[in-house]
Nanobody, 112 residues
């Protein structure tokens, strides 16, 4: 299983970013993909997931601001983040359900 997160960067509060999670090595079409983030000095935490049929669930603090989607042909999941806040600053990761694999993550910094 290979996972590569990308799309992170520096953004001002209220801005937007779109992260990508490009995958290989498993049957993406049938697999739930979760997104996590790890702020500086804190543990990695789940923020949302998308099921094989596109059904989504989100952690309360990102609900209404973040949207997870998937493109089965590209074996890629996306995390659209809007109205970003300084507390959203973290390294963001994706993980397919049932696999103990992690990519390098992508850094998101929200600051004025």
């Amino acid at each position: 299983v290979q996972l590569v997160e990308s799309g992170g960067g520096f953004v001002q509060p209220g801005g937007s970013l779109r992260l990508s999670c490009t995958t290989s090595g498993f049957t993406f079409n049938y697999t739930t993909v979760s997104w996590y983030r790890q702020p500086p000095g804190k543990e990695r935490a789940w923020i949302g997931a998308i099921g094989r049929f596109g059904d989504t669930n989100y952690e309360e603090s990102v609900k209404g601001r973040f949207t997870i989607s998937r493109d089965n042909f590209k074996m890629t999941s996306y995390l659209q983040m809007n109205n970003l806040r300084p507390e959203d600053s973290a390294v963001y990761y994706c993980q397919p359900f049932g696999y103990d694999s992690w990519g390098p993550g992508t850094q998101v910094t929200v600051s004025s």
